[in-house]
């Protein structure tokens, strides 16, 4: 955030830190009666101020990291690759050959590509599981790491706390701001394949892995919440990145250890004798959004994610604010 942004931010009408409102002079008149009086006024006068800066404060966050080259370039990249999945789809089928995959229930991933030449909509799905091991909870990784650590080495940190902004505050206007960009990233990805898939591919009524057809209506819906699903899913990975934000004062040594601790993540979730952690990995049911596409939808595996997801926000939400409550700014 540059300084005359901070500036913008700061003119709310919030007091500055240290200094209060003038008392009303002591007379020996009664106070009036009605809402107007002082008593009224002090109860009801600082919480929509403290509301409106609230509010403003996240309104600056997203306009400044969704304005940003990088997060721009990080969204073009994401739109991209459902557009290479339905072009490596649409010619490997062009001569009347097939795409095989997945496991023996079809509930992996990659089995929706042997769809997705029957109905474009699977290309949505496809995509999803295309990127989220990687491309998604790595664009997340970069825009959470850089959330504190990018203002402390740009010398702008330290201005937002004077502008006046309360830690805490701050600190959820940058948490909310990852989880619009997760909501965000995810839609680019579905919206892009739903897209490709419908000018490259037929749509109609949507086979599930269970067997049964459901309508094309129905099928979108179900796209829909699997987005939801998917973003739900990357929660975790944002507390993480915050809290690495607020470890270190540079930017890309943040957005460098958030991105190596989900590769670190990922590859200890593919090791079969570290089996008795992975249910604790936040990675782990990442995929289980493909039981939305069962009929009837299978809830364990969702419920297990949402859970650990939410667990691992109350955790590494709660050392981020531990930590950034007692850091030292210095720049």
């Given at each position: 955030?540059?300084?005359?942004?901070?500036?913008?931010?700061?003119?709310?009408?919030?007091?500055?830190?240290?200094?209060?409102?003038?008392?009303?002079?002591?007379?020996?008149a009664?106070?009036?009666?009605?809402?107007?009086?002082?008593?009224?006024?002090?109860?009801?006068?600082?919480?929509p101020?403290?509301?409106?800066?609230?509010?403003?404060?996240?309104?600056?966050?997203?306009?400044?990291?969704?304005?940003?080259?990088?997060?721009?370039?990080?969204?073009?990249?994401?739109?991209?690759?459902?557009?290479?999945?339905?072009?490596?789809?649409?010619?490997?089928?062009?001569?009347?050959?097939?795409i095989?995959?997945?496991?023996?229930?079809?509930?992996?991933?990659?089995?929706?590509?042997?769809?997705?030449?029957?109905?474009?909509?699977?290309?949505?799905?496809?995509?999803?599981?295309?990127?989220?091991?990687f491309?998604?909870?790595?664009?997340?990784g970069?825009?959470?790491?850089?959330?504190?650590?990018?203002?402390?080495?740009?010398g702008?940190?330290?201005?937002?706390?004077?502008?006046?902004?309360?830690?805490?505050?701050?600190?959820?206007?940058?948490?909310?701001?990852?989880?619009?960009?997760?909501?965000?990233?995810?839609?680019?990805?579905?919206?892009?394949?739903?897209?490709?898939?419908?000018?490259?591919?037929?749509?109609?009524?949507?086979?599930?892995?269970?067997?049964?057809?459901?309508?094309?209506?129905?099928?979108?819906?179900?796209?829909?919440?699997?987005?939801?699903?998917?973003?739900?899913?990357?929660?975790?990975?944002?507390?993480?990145?915050?809290?690495?934000?607020?470890?270190?004062?540079?930017?890309?040594?943040?957005?460098?250890?958030?991105?190596?601790?989900?590769?670190?993540?990922?590859?200890?979730?593919?090791?079969p004798?570290?089996?008795?952690?992975?249910?604790?990995?936040?990675?782990?049911?990442?995929?289980?959004?493909?039981?939305?596409?069962?009929?009837?939808?299978?809830?364990?595996d969702?419920?297990?994610?949402?859970?650990?997801?939410?667990?691992?926000?109350?955790?590494?939400?709660?050392?981020?604010?531990?930590?950034?409550?007692?850091?030292?700014?210095?720049?």
């Amino acid at each position: 955030m540059s300084r005359a942004e901070a500036d913008a931010v700061a003119g709310t009408g919030t007091p500055a830190p240290g200094t209060s409102a003038p008392a009303a002079p002591e007379t020996g008149a009664p106070e009036a009666p009605g809402p107007a009086g002082p008593a009224s006024a002090s109860d009801s006068g600082p919480r929509p101020v403290r509301l409106a800066w609230t509010l403003g404060l996240f309104r600056s966050e997203l306009s400044i990291t969704f304005r940003r080259w990088r997060t721009l370039a990080l969204l073009a990249v994401l739109a991209a690759v459902p557009v290479l999945v339905g072009i490596a789809v649409k010619i490997e089928t062009s001569d009347g050959g097939s795409i095989g995959g997945g496991g023996p229930d079809g509930g992996g991933g990659p089995a929706f590509i042997a769809q997705v030449t029957n109905n474009g909509l699977f290309l949505v799905f496809t995509a999803l599981a295309a990127t989220l091991p990687f491309f998604l909870p790595m664009a997340i990784g970069v825009v959470a790491g850089d959330a504190i650590a990018g203002e402390a080495s740009a010398g702008t940190l330290r201005y937002l706390l004077v502008a006046p902004a309360g830690r805490t505050r701050l600190l959820l206007a940058k948490y909310a701001t990852t989880l619009t960009f997760c909501l965000v990233a995810t839609l680019v990805v579905a919206v892009s394949a739903l897209a490709v898939g419908a000018l490259l591919f037929p749509l109609g009524e949507v086979t599930t892995i269970s067997g049964t057809r459901i309508g094309f209506g129905d099928g979108l819906l179900r796209a829909l919440l699997i987005a939801l699903v998917v973003a739900a899913s990357l929660i975790g990975v944002a507390a993480l990145g915050l809290f690495v934000s607020t470890l270190t004062s540079s930017g890309i040594a943040a957005m460098a250890t958030t991105v190596g601790l989900l590769i670190t993540v990922q590859i200890i979730d593919q090791i079969p004798q570290l089996h008795a952690v992975h249910p604790y990995l936040f990675s782990h049911y990442w995929l289980s959004f493909a039981d939305l596409m069962r009929d009837p939808i299978y809830w364990d595996d969702l419920v297990k994610n949402l859970g650990l997801q939410a667990l691992y926000a109350g955790v590494f939400g709660s050392a981020a604010w531990a930590r950034f409550g007692a850091k030292d700014i210095a720049t």
